[in-house]
């Protein structure tokens, strides 16, 4: 049974840190990429940043560049999400992305993150 169980979340200061985890099995992890996505309130799905299945590569959106770092420990088939200087607008829920061969692609359900005094 594939599953993506994100944790990590919760309620943190702005400019306060999280690291989100995301914790895979069922399917063989180290042939697919990894991505994070949020959803804020009332919002569309964010591509946040993405790692290749290697690690070497990693791709971020703007808004996050210098302040997140995406990583992966395939041993572990973990997947994490190191965010600092958190900013009221980076609350979302954030979720766990799997991309691999011939289209195969998982989701997990979610972590939810709000930045707020």
């Known amino acids: 049974q594939v599953q993506l169980v994100e944790s990590g979340g919760g309620l943190v200061a702005p400019g306060g840190s999280l690291r989100l985890t995301c914790v895979a099995s069922g399917f063989w992890f180290e042939n697919f990429g990894m991505n994070w996505f949020r959803q804020a309130p009332g919002k569309g799905l964010e591509w946040v940043a993405g790692?290749?299945?290697?690690?070497?590569?990693?791709y971020y959106e703007d808004s996050v560049k210098g302040r997140f770092t995406i990583s992966r420990d395939n041993t572990r088939r973990t997947v994490f999400l190191q965010m600092n200087n958190l900013k009221p607008e980076d609350t979302a829920v954030y979720f766990c992305?799997?991309?691999?061969?011939?289209?195969?692609?998982?989701w997990g359900k979610g972590t939810a993150v709000t930045v707020s005094h």
């Open positions: 992305y799997a991309l691999g061969p011939y289209g195969r692609q998982y």
């Open positions: 790692i290749a299945n290697g690690g070497v590569s990693r």
